[in-house]
């Protein structure tokens, strides 16, 4: 795991572990860290494709002002995984292009 333990000035107050599966596989991370922390720690550095020339793009702003670490999360694309918590049990893709903009029922 890519994480953190301890640091000389800073205090991690972690929520409990819980369960996610990216792209299908299970992984796990820690309720209320965003969701791309709990990805890197996962060993995850590809979030999304270049919508013009497929280039694997990683999270680069890290504030949510980019787009760059657009995902899908449980069905819904172009969610910004930087500043999005962690909850148990939540499906997250990789998202290709634009991704699909889904039909109201
Ligand atoms: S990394 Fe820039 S919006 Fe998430």
Redesign the pocket.
Known sequence: MNRIHQHPILKFERGREVKFTFDGREMTGYEGETIAAALTANGVRDFRESIKLQHPRG????I??????SMVVDGVPNT?V??IPLKGNMKIERQHGRGAVRERS
């Open positions: 999270f680069f702003c890290a949510g002002r980019c787009a760059n670490c910004k930087c500043v």
